[in-house]
């Protein structure tokens, strides 16, 4: 049976991972060693081996990668608001497109 995310966030976070490092921003090592240290610190600082623990370290290390990438939430937010205007402009069943001509 496939498995489900218990939160939107949980998904929306692992997507953002994904698209950063899809787009060039980070690399999949950069990523993997940066997640890893953040459950390293979980760890040591005595957090329980659950999901909720888990996800708040992929939140830490997506915002240190974005901070290292010099993403702005003022970059995110134009991003998700070119997303927005995307899908409310492409008809039902077409592939959603930005301006810019890219699908990411």
């Not at 240290?37 to 708040?56: H, I, M, V």
């Amino acid at each position: 049976m496939p498995r489900t995310f218990a939160e939107p966030w949980h998904a929306q976070v692992l997507g953002l991972a994904q698209l950063l490092v899809d787009a060039g921003h980070v690399t999949p090592a950069d990523w993997a060693q940066t997640l890893g240290a953040e459950l390293t610190r979980a760890t040591r600082d005595g957090k329980p081996d659950t999901e909720d623990t888990y996800f708040s370290a992929v939140l830490a290390a997506l915002e240190r990668v974005s901070a290292e990438a010099n993403i702005t939430p003022r970059d995110l937010e134009s991003r998700v608001e070119a997303w927005r205007h995307a899908y409310l402009d492409t008809p039902h069943g077409q592939p959603v497109r930005l301006k810019d001509g890219t699908d990411r």
